[in-house]
């Protein structure tokens, strides 16, 4: 019975896998009539690896919608904090990039989650002295085997919020918020969030 419980318990867990969705957009609804080209990608963190490696894979996945898209730290290196924006404005000056798009961490919430044990149950063969059809005296009986007990886990929620921006005239043009839940590890974490920023760009019409 121990065992059983032990599977039911990591069973549940195993089930908790890094998903992100959108909880929040707004588009700016004369954007289609800009001509806008080119996006400098900017994760907001004083984390360098952190910075570089979601900046490197966001401005892939844009890449690979056809989006001339640039990873700030090639342009403006080390930690980036508030006193580098005009620097990072700059940069997408020089560069010929129309938008800047920054992404920074908004917070993390937990949530209890309670799950219900359970009861398993199995027919076993009985032999008795009555007559239960053509089969004589078999038939069947059922009896607990095991059980599982109350568990109560969390669920993690990680918000990030990407917001794209004029570079000419800072004025916002795009916002997205997402939430990630129970994510295993950052790498995870960041894929899940990239890929559901590009398919929101993609339901709206902003990446083809």
């Known amino acids: ?47 360098r690896e952190a910075r570089v490696n979601f900046e490197d894979a966001y401005t892939q996945a844009l890449k690979e919608k056809g989006v001339r898209a640039v990873a700030s730290h090639t342009l403006v290196p080390g930690k980036l904090n508030k006193t580098k924006k005009e620097q990072v404005i700059n940069a997408a000056k020089k560069s010929d ?18 799950h219900q044990g359970r009861n398993y149950y199995d027919v076993v063969p009985a032999y008795g002295g009555y007559d239960y059809g053509r089969f004589g005296g078999y038939y069947g009986r059922v009896v607990k085997v095991g059980s599982s007990p109350d568990v109560w886990t969390s669920n993690k929620f990680v918000i990030l919020v990407s917001d794209l921006y004029e570079t000419a005239t800072e004025e916002p043009l795009w916002q997205a918020t997402s939430q990630t839940v129970n994510p295993d590890d950052r790498t995870e974490l960041r894929n899940a969030i990239i890929t559901a920023f590009v398919g929101q760009m993609e339901k709206q019409g902003l990446v083809k």
């Open 97 to 114: 990039l129309d938008t800047i798009l920054v992404s920074h961490y908004a917070g993390t919430i937990e949530e209890p989650v309670f």
């Open 1 to 47: 019975m121990r065992q059983i419980i032990m599977v039911i318990a990591v069973s549940l867990l195993a089930a908790c896998g890094t998903t992100s969705d959108i909880t929040g957009t707004w588009v700016e609804p004369s954007i289609k009539d800009k001509d806008l080209e080119g996006v400098l990608v900017v994760a907001v963190t004083e984390e």
